[in-house]
């Protein structure tokens, strides 16, 4: 049987549980709704002006442990064909090579090296990696020469520009942070903008 | 009464969620080197991998390669290429996933080639043992104390073996006269497998 006591107990603790729910349950409404829009919205955006220096091919950039030697960009247009649709793509010509003192590693660059600053506010495009010898995720090996290369970006249909600029970021060698507190051991990563390289264009059309 | 209503509950998995995206932002790979055993062996010499075995059976300097034979292309190189061809017996236990390398007393670290696809010794099914190839870009000036270097992928931290394995290239001078006499071509054989004795 139930006591008294055990009941009035019962009782007290719904009321507190009851008292202020409403209010505690709009605040999280409120919390949840604002969430929602500002990630819709685009998320939490600072914009700062270009905090790095803006460069104009032919240059050469180090950046992390690659070297960047620009050299051109085209723009290649790809007529709409009967069963496929239309596409534009741009292509920067650089040199790479490895520099990493560091763990003197052969490598590969990753696509998010290089971007292709659209501006207006956009989201710049990633490329998707280095392309030599018709092999794409080329290896690099430290200490031989720089390849030729390019590096290829998606773009509208109707991409249209006189001049690209490219971001290019570099890697740091660095160990994780102590809040993790994961390893001590240093590694590449956290991908930082290092300078901005302007390249005039031309532009391709692509045989059927 | 009720003292876990819908709201307490959503409010917990909140949380959990929470808890689970901190996560992503830790670093990728963790490895630890208190928790590797290195087995060192020779060129030649079959070593035991957990209850499997692996010999490298054959090391060249060579000038360009062919990915495979009905591939017309030869792959060049500013510096020299070196192929290793090896021999993996699979026992019972799984011998997990690996990555492999050179490594050079001057503190280079080769990988495999983009061309070669498979980074990795790949382990047949047990009771079968398996040949294939590795064809590696290295700079000619850091070749001396050619090492490959098999490293078991780790998830957890639980006690991993990798195998270190001598080139023979023990001098300056020998590797200069290997690269010196490197072949112009080598064409990458096909994998093989057979039952293992």
């Known amino acids: 049987m139930e006591s008294l006591d055990d009941v009035i107990d019962a009782m007290i603790a719904d009321r507190v549980i009851h008292r202020h729910r409403r209010k505690w349950l709009i605040a999280l409404a409120v919390v949840v709704v604002l969430a929602v829009v500002i990630w819709l919205t685009g998320g939490w955006k600072e914009h700062k002006g270009r905090s790095v220096p803006t460069l104009t091919a032919p240059v050469t950039v180090e950046a992390g442990r690659f070297e960047f030697g620009f050299t051109s960009a085209k723009i290649i247009r790809k007529p709409k064909g009967e069963y496929s649709k239309a596409e534009t793509r741009l292509e920067v010509y650089l040199d790479i090579k490895n520099i990493d003192d560091e763990e003197q590693t052969s490598t590969y660059m990753s696509g998010g090296l290089l971007k292709l600053v659209v501006g207006g506010g956009e989201d710049p495009i990633d490329s998707n990696g280095a392309t030599c010898h018709d092999e794409l995720g080329y290896v690099f090996v430290y200490g031989l020469p720089s390849e030729s290369c390019s590096a290829k970006f998606e773009v509208p249909v109707d991409f249209d520009a006189k001049e690209v600029e490219i971001g290019v970021m570099g890697e740091q060698y660095d160990a994780a942070s102590e809040l993790t507190g994961a390893t001590d051991d240093k590694y590449w990563g956290a991908e930082t903008a290092i300078s901005v390289v302007r390249l005039p264009t031309t532009i391709e059309t692509e045989e059927k | ?197």
């Open chain 2, 1 to 197: 009464m009720k003292l876990y209503r819908p709201a307490t509950v959503v409010i917990g998995v909140i949380f959990v969620l929470l808890g689970g995206l901190t996560r992503l932002g830790e670093p990728e790979q963790v490895f630890d080197k208190q928790d590797r055993v290195v087995t060192s062996g020779t060129i030649g010499e079959e070593l035991e991998y957990g209850d499997s075995k692996l010999t490298i059976t054959r090391m060249r300097f060579v000038k360009s390669f062919q990915a495979d034979e009905s591939d017309d292309k030869m792959v060049q190189t500013k510096g020299i290429f070196v192929a290793i061809e090896y021999d993996a017996v699979r026992g019972g236990k799984d011998p997990g996933t690996n990555s492999v390398m050179l490594r050079a007393d001057g503190g280079s670290v080769y990988e495999p080639v983009t061309e070669v696809i498979g980074d990795s010794v790949s382990f047949p099914e047990p009771g079968f043992a398996q040949t294939g190839a590795f064809v590696f870009e290295v700079n000619p000036a850091d070749v001396t104390g050619l090492t490959f270097y098999l490293k078991r992928t780790q998830f957890f931290n639980s006690l991993a073996q990798d195998l270190s394995i001598d080139l023979a290239v023990p001098s300056e001078e020998i590797a200069q006269r290997s690269i010196d006499g490197a072949a112009d071509e080598y064409v990458m054989p096909d994998e093989t497998t057979r039952v293992a004795e």
